[in-house]
């Protein structure tokens, strides 16, 4: 038996196209003892993915190495198992890999069947923790403080402003549409969501924060940044998350001018989700009660097929997916 | 009775000019009861001025306006005193201005009269707290870790380093001369002394830092600061005490991009030395063990006269002074 494979062919020069990924033929391993295989059924497509595709060895994780199964996590069942603690028809969610199935590994999470698979990948997996621990750890935010987030209709920044709002911020959310903004607005509960791409956003943002910005949680990077750092009040923190548009280009658009950082005693500071691992459970609970009380909701964006994955990544470099991108084969 | 005050008659454009400041002449007051009058013998001068000559009303302090009193601190003595608890020779440290005589105020302190002023505003005044405060508070530093630290032959800059090098870290400290750079690693015992002048800087610094950087302390900002930036190591932390050099442009230059904050966790914060006065005995008390122990000595640049403060600001701004710039009547 053989199944599907997406192997990294080249690193991207600039924008993301499906010519660097290479559609494969694997053969089905033969399980050896304490091993065991899933079927993938549904897989997540992150932002993250593109810092992974970076040929840097500095980086938080080395880069998907050409000829690799391109990384990436996702949902499935186990279907063959000489594993006694994955015996078949479990379902688990982990690091699985551009791939209809994939070798079982001890990190893999086992879940509850009866969870949506979507609910797992959109709230109570790496994209739950990020957004919360990114915003409540790094970001430290304090109830009536103003919160922005870029790629507010993105997965994780869909969420960091409604857990602000939960907690008692105003929040501003930044975003690629106009509809995108109705969405965050009318339907999340935003204070506010902006279209980035209008010619007055920067008068826009000072209408939106009229005290000016404690907290802001970056997704995209791109010329706004500078606009929104422009008006951080005194002791903000800056979450850097993403900063997405700033790996298209070979050298990567410079950064603010330190002077405010000294002058405003601001925190600009990046984090990886998989440090805060710890705080995960706490995480998982306080999102949960948060969608329990109706505080947050979730959106998936799913695209059908294996082999679409390849410009279901283009799609979501591009923006066009409201809330989490998912792949369903 | 009259004495002198230097005024601000006008903001600097780009470089520090003496033009700015108007040499004045002032009656001495009449103590009121609860007043007291200090004659000031010796006066601080510190890169933080150039701060607080920007007119921008968003920073930690508000500019000193034009027609007052510049804004500094200093050592002096009570000459007249309607005030117990500060009577006549009572020796204080506090914020004084350009002036040959201050009215008192309750936030000055009062000073062990066998200590030279020398050494109170070298080490035991914002000067030693400053680079406590920075180095161990937010730079939080790990023994065997390697420190950056610009501005190093500075008053701040080179406590600092002796600091950080008396917590167990290689120091590389990067200054303006090579006579500067001898002084740093021959007297005060860093590992390494870079001139930022020098051509080969960044190579320089490889080799300094073999290991990488993973406390930038930033005195300075220019040029250096995204060479620096450029070798720290994952986790790394930035401590944004002063970018001079980014304060003689209109339009400061940008800073790093946010790529390498982003895939290298690293944290870059800027912090205001009043917001550490909690921690200003832990800091004497630190700082003075080192000295006792003869882990750290300091140094003075003195310059005689009170008409020669304009200059004297302008000798500091070019970097001409090694150790604390003090200023004695």
Not at 45 to 71: C, F, H, K, N
Not at 72 to 91: K, M
Not at 290 to 318: C, D, N, R
Request: aromatic letters at 10%; one cysteine or more.
């Amino acid at each position: 038996m053989t199944y599907k494979a997406f192997t990294l062919s080249k690193y991207p020069q600039g924008h993301i196209t499906t010519d660097i990924f290479e559609l494969v033929t694997l053969a089905q391993p033969t399980l050896k003892e304490g091993e065991f295989l899933v079927k993938q059924t549904h897989m997540s497509l992150d932002p993250a993915m593109r810092t992974w595709l970076q040929p840097r060895e500095d980086s938080y994780l080395p880069p998907v190495q050409i000829g690799e199964v391109m990384r990436s996590y996702g949902v499935g069942v186990v279907v063959d198992s000489l594993n006694a603690q994955f015996p078949v028809g479990t379902h688990v969610v982990g690091v699985t890999g551009w791939s209809e199935y994939v070798l079982g590994h001890a990190d893999m999470q086992v879940i509850d069947a009866s969870i949506p698979a979507e609910a797992i990948l959109a709230l109570f997996y790496f994209t739950g923790l990020t957004a919360y621990a990114g915003l409540m750890k790094v970001g430290k935010p304090k109830k009536g403080e103003t919160l922005v987030v870029t790629g507010a209709a993105g997965s994780v920044g869909s969420l960091v402003g409604q857990l602000a709002k939960a907690e008692g911020l105003r929040v501003v959310g930044v975003a690629g549409s106009d509809e995108k903004c109705k969405w965050l607005v009318e339907e999340l509960g935003f204070d506010a969501a902006l279209n980035y791409k209008a010619e007055d956003f920067e008068a826009q943002l000072r209408v939106a924060a009229p005290n000016g910005v404690d907290v802001f949680y970056e997704n995209t990077g791109g010329s706004i940044q500078e606009i929104i750092f422009n008006q951080l009040n005194r002791y903000a923190r800056v979450i850097v998350c993403g900063v997405l548009a700033d790996y298209d280009h070979e050298v990567p658009a410079k950064g603010p001018s330190w002077v405010d950082i000294n002058l405003k005693s601001l925190r600009v500071q990046g984090f990886i989700v998989t440090d805060y691992a710890s705080f995960a459970d706490e995480a998982m609970s306080v999102l949960g009660r948060y969608l329990a009380e109706g505080k947050i909701q979730y959106k998936t964006y799913t695209v059908e097929g294996f082999e679409s994955l390849p410009e279901g990544l283009m799609k979501l470099f591009k923006g066009e997916n409201t809330g989490k991108f998912i792949v369903k084969f």
